[in-house]
Nanobody, 120 residues
Framework: QIQLVESGGGLVQPGGSLRLSCAAS????????????IGWYRQHPGKQRELIAT???????KYADFVKDRFTISRDNAKMTVYLQMNSLKPEDTAVYYC??????????WGQGTQVTVSS
C-alpha cells in the first residue's frame, strides 16, 4: 500500500506564497518513486479535479497556463517528496490541492489533500 500525504496549505492573503509538500510512503522505494511522473492537482468545490503541474521522472516540468510563472513544481526522490511553490496567489487559487501520478493508469490512492484559501 502506498500513501500520499499532502501538507502545507493554509490561509494566505492575495499576493502571498505557500509551499506545499507531498510525501509518499508505504510499499515503495525511492528508486521506484523516481520512475513516476507526479502531478499536483486542485479541486474547487463542485468542480472536477484538475491537473495544474507535472514533474516528470526525467525532472522536466509542465504547467497549466493559469499557474505558469507563478507556481513551481519540484521533487526530491531520496525523500519521495514532491513540492509546489506557489507565489502571487490569487483568490481563484482557493481549492483543495492533491498530488498523484500524472498518468491515469499510474496513480496511487488519493490522499486527503491540503486546503489552500486565498483571502484578505
Amino acid at each position: 500500500q502506498i500513501q500520499l500525504v499532502e501538507s502545507g496549505g493554509g490561509l494566505v492573503q492575495p499576493g502571498g506564497s505557500l509551499r506545499l509538500s507531498c510525501a509518499a510512503s508505504g510499499s515503495i522505494s525511492g528508486n521506484r518513486f523516481r520512475l513516476y511522473d507526479i502531478g499536483w492537482y486542485r479541486q474547487h468545490p463542485g468542480k472536477q479535479r484538475e491537473l495544474i503541474a507535472t514533474v516528470f521522472s526525467a525532472g522536466d516540468t509542465k504547467y497549466a497556463d493559469f499557474v505558469k510563472d507563478r507556481f513551481t513544481i519540484s521533487r526530491d526522490n531520496a525523500k519521495m517528496t514532491v513540492y509546489l511553490q506557489m507565489n502571487s496567489l490569487k483568490p481563484e487559487d482557493t481549492a483543495v490541492y492533491y498530488c498523484n501520478g500524472a498518468v491515469p493508469n499510474r496513480r496511487f490512492a488519493w490522499g486527503q489533500g491540503t486546503q489552500v484559501t486565498v483571502s484578505s
